[in-house]
């Protein structure tokens, strides 16, 4: 999943006042009343929609007034699930607003019109208008699929070690109410540092599919990442095997405890949480089955280039547009697949960058000099050069799943825009079929985003707008599958 300068505009006032107007606190105090009517007209919680080609993001602005008079403020993201986001600097005079928020490159500059703040919104490069409208309160995003407590079963924290690489890692485990030993399941998070609920944008999908099986009798174990919550720091050299070895340990602590039936540990992974898992079935025969949501099965390069053409549609790009985006990735991956040393790849990089400008009509070349320059490019090769990408660009899963000899699930949506499920599932289950496996299922789910929502896009950029954290129905088949599985104790 899914979404980074200009320079700071400095104003500088140059006040003139006669000594004694220093010197007397009486006269600082009605100055600092007098700020303070000025600005209560400002104060307060702002909300207004960038529209960015078919793309609408919602900013709230909060702004606060101090004792001084002086202005500060935070902005909300709540599409993106982002709150109390910095803003350096805001300056109110007249009717004229002001505020950078330096850590992301943004600029706003605007009027106040009663109950309207209209200007425009800078980021890097790009502008956009923008109207602010005032609100009574900051907006709070309803997930209304989220469970309340008190719940019907029982909820421990645990800890356990991934003693081959040193790693604690930390989680919750929900046991049912009922007669054990329970089958269980590990759900394993997707790409990047996700916590046991994997929340994003608010929605904690992992929290409502545990709630879900809990509930039919099923005890989940879910787990922070790396770095995240009370799960200690990794390597900056780990990759999707090492995170194998985490849901291995898993597998271990569950096999530890009485309450749980060791010959009925099964997998739930989502999105690079689907690679993750085939991993763990090929190697271990304690897994009775897997479950694959928006599981990856073609190599970590080609799915990328699918998914940056499918999102770059969906936000209104041209087809020319895509098709130029198309060739500068498959420059970088290809170099970085070729090249080990990352300081060789970077320069192999921009080298083949410039090659690739000079190829560009005028206009083109324009936009590709700011885009592509040797500085933006250098920073863009930084996280492209990592150990964990390295792997994923390279990584056919299809070779593991062709080892995978428990049952699987392997479910998509439709509308999934980062794993294309047509390409996706027919890779899936031609590898399953391949190696002899006679126990899997494969399904997708019409009107089903990445995060198994119900969208009308698909785009990334409607995950914070949708309230429904993951499709009942979606829940209900991979439920149904899963107990379909184990034998419940009544």
């Given at each position: 999943?899914?979404?980074?300068?200009?320079?700071?505009?400095?104003?500088?006032?140059?006040?003139?006042?006669?000594?004694?107007f220093?010197?007397?606190?009486?006269?600082?105090?009605?100055?600092a009343?007098?700020?303070?009517?000025?600005?209560?007209?400002?104060?307060?919680?702002?909300?207004?929609?960038l529209?960015?080609?078919?793309?609408?993001l919602?900013?709230?602005?909060?702004?606060?007034?101090?004792?001084?008079?002086?202005?500060?403020?935070?902005?909300?993201?709540?599409?993106?699930?982002?709150?109390?986001?910095?803003?350096?600097t805001?300056?109110?005079q007249?009717?004229?607003?002001?505020?950078e928020?330096?850590?992301?490159?943004?600029?706003?500059?605007?009027?106040?019109?009663?109950?309207?703040?209209?200007?425009?919104?800078?980021?890097?490069?790009?502008?956009?208008p923008?109207?602010?409208?005032?609100?009574?309160?900051?907006?709070?995003?309803?997930?209304?699929q989220?469970?309340?407590?008190?719940?019907?079963?029982?909820?421990?924290?645990?800890?356990?070690?991934?003693k081959?690489?040193?790693?604690?890692?930390?989680?919750?485990l929900?046991l049912?109410?009922?007669?054990?030993?329970?089958?269980?399941?590990?759900l394993i998070?997707?790409?990047?540092?996700?916590?046991?609920?994997?929340?994003?944008?608010?929605?904690?999908?992992?929290?409502?599919?545990?709630?879900?099986?809990?509930?039919?009798?099923?005890?989940?174990?879910?787990v922070d990442?790396?770095?995240?919550?009370?799960?200690?720091?990794?390597?900056?050299?780990?990759?999707?095997?090492?995170?194998a070895?985490?849901?291995?340990?898993?597998?271990?602590?569950?096999?530890?405890?009485?309450?749980?039936?060791?010959k009925?540990?099964?997998?739930?992974?989502?999105?690079?949480?689907?690679?993750?898992?085939?991993?763990?079935?090929?190697?271990?025969?304690?897994?009775?089955?897997?479950?694959?949501?928006?599981?990856?099965?073609?190599?970590?390069?080609?799915?990328?280039?699918?998914?940056?053409?499918?999102?770059?549609?969906a936000?209104?790009?041209?087809?020319?547009?895509v098709?130029?985006?198309?060739?500068?990735?498959?420059?970088?991956?290809?170099?970085?697949?070729?090249?080990?040393?990352?300081?060789?790849?970077?320069?192999?990089v921009?080298?083949?960058?410039?090659?690739?400008?000079?190829?560009?009509?005028?206009?083109?070349?324009?936009?590709?000099?700011?885009?592509?320059?040797?500085e933006?490019?250098a920073?863009?090769?930084?996280?492209?050069?990592?150990?964990?990408?390295?792997?994923?660009?390279?990584?056919?899963?299809?070779?593991?799943l062709?080892?995978?000899?428990?049952?699987v699930?392997?479910?998509?949506?439709?509308?999934?825009?980062?794993v294309?499920?047509?390409?996706?599932?027919?890779?899936?289950?031609?590898?399953?079929?391949?190696?002899?496996?006679k126990?899997?299922k494969?399904?997708?789910?019409?009107?089903?985003n990445?995060l198994?929502?119900?969208?009308?896009?698909?785009?990334?950029?409607?995950?914070?707008?949708?309230?429904?954290?993951?499709?009942?129905?979606?829940?209900?088949?991979?439920?149904?599958?899963v107990?379909s599985?184990?034998?419940?104790?009544?």
């Amino acid at each position: 999943m899914l979404l980074n300068k200009l320079a700071i505009i400095k104003v500088l006032f140059l006040l003139l006042f006669s000594t004694v107007f220093f010197s007397n606190p009486l006269y600082a105090l009605q100055q600092a009343e007098t700020k303070s009517k000025e600005t209560a007209s400002i104060k307060g919680n702002w909300l207004g929609t960038l529209e960015i080609n078919t793309v609408k993001l919602r900013i709230g602005l909060n702004i606060t007034v101090k004792e001084d008079g002086s202005l500060s403020a935070t902005f909300d993201s709540p599409d993106q699930g982002a709150k109390g986001l910095p803003i350096d600097t805001i300056t109110y005079q007249e009717t004229t607003v002001h505020f950078e928020a330096k850590r992301f490159g943004i600029v706003f500059d605007g009027k106040l019109n009663g109950s309207e703040i209209i200007g425009t919104f800078k980021q890097g490069p790009a502008s956009f208008p923008l109207t602010f409208k005032r609100q009574e309160k900051e907006v709070v995003l309803n997930r209304p699929q989220h469970p309340k407590k008190p719940y019907p079963y029982e909820e421990q924290e645990v800890s356990y070690e991934n003693k081959k690489d040193g790693i604690k890692l930390a989680g919750s485990l929900t046991l049912p109410k009922g007669k054990a030993p329970f089958p269980a399941v590990i759900l394993i998070t997707g790409s990047g540092s996700q916590d046991r609920d994997e929340t994003i944008f608010e929605h904690k999908p992992f929290l409502v599919i545990s709630d879900y099986l809990t509930r039919q009798g099923i005890a989940v174990l879910r787990v922070d990442d790396r770095g995240v919550g009370g799960t200690s720091k990794g390597s900056p050299t780990e990759t999707s095997e090492n995170y194998a070895e985490d849901v291995l340990a898993g597998v271990d602590f569950l096999k530890s405890r009485k309450e749980i039936d060791s010959k009925q540990i099964g997998l739930i992974g989502h999105s690079e949480g689907g690679l993750i898992a085939p991993m763990v079935a090929s190697k271990s025969t304690d897994i009775a089955f897997i479950v694959m949501l928006a599981g990856p099965g073609l190599p970590g390069d080609e799915i990328l280039k699918l998914q940056g053409a499918l999102i770059a549609r969906a936000s209104g790009v041209s087809e020319q547009e895509v098709a130029k985006s198309r060739q500068v990735n498959e420059i970088i991956y290809r170099i970085i697949k070729e090249e080990k040393d990352n300081e060789t790849a970077k320069n192999k990089v921009i080298e083949a960058l410039k090659k690739f400008r000079e190829s560009l009509s005028p206009e083109e070349k324009q936009i590709a000099d700011k885009e592509l320059s040797d500085e933006k490019v250098a920073a863009l090769l930084k996280p492209v050069t990592s150990s964990w990408f390295r792997f994923f660009i390279s990584y056919d899963p299809r070779p593991t799943l062709k080892k995978v000899k428990c049952p699987v699930l392997a479910v998509n949506g439709e509308k999934d825009l980062q794993v294309p499920y047509k390409e996706d599932l027919t890779e899936i289950e031609k590898a399953l079929k391949e190696s002899g496996n006679k126990d899997f299922k494969t399904q997708s789910f019409p009107n089903l985003n990445h995060l198994f929502q119900t969208c009308q896009t698909g785009s990334p950029s409607e995950y914070g707008q949708i309230e429904e954290t993951f499709s009942p129905n979606a829940l209900k088949v991979i439920g149904d599958w899963v107990t379909s599985k184990v034998t419940i104790s009544k």
